[in-house]
């Protein structure tokens, strides 16, 4: 199985916090998170080189969302804080082995099935 595996979602009130993990089980350049809610196109949260290097965030969750670095290569998490009902969507972890590490979800070979994110009023 090369797809990555995502866990940690769930249900949260307006203001609060959810860890999502993301674990590769092969060697992989670049791992990134996206999310896509009913009726919206997939979008780009954050993105991070497995190994090391910089992080990037999508304008919409910048200074809320953080990412770090697992002990274990290729594990990846998506620290999401002050959660909004915005936030509400199916979360997918994508890896990219030798690309670019963009947020073009095209540039993603591998996807995870998904971890669903509710965030109530």
């Known amino acids: 199985q090369v797809q990555p595996v995502e866990s940690g979602g769930g249900s949260v009130q307006a203001g609060g916090s959810l860890i999502l993990s993301c674990i590769a089980s092969?060697?992989?350049?670049?791992m990134g998170w996206f999310r896509q809610a009913p009726g919206k196109e997939r979008e780009g949260v954050a993105r991070?080189?497995?190994?090391?290097?910089?992080?990037y965030y999508a304008d919409l969750v910048k200074g809320r969302f953080t990412l770090s670095r697992g002990a274990a290569q290729n594990t990846v998490y998506l620290h999401m804080n002050d959660l909004k009902p915005d936030d509400t969507a199916m979360y997918y972890c994508a890896t990219d082995p030798t690309g670019p590490c963009t947020w073009d979800p095209r540039t993603y070979a591998y996807w995870g099935q998904g971890t669903q994110v509710t965030v109530s009023s």
């Open positions: 991070i080189y497995s190994r090391s290097g910089p992080k």
């Open positions: 092969n060697d992989t350049r670049c």
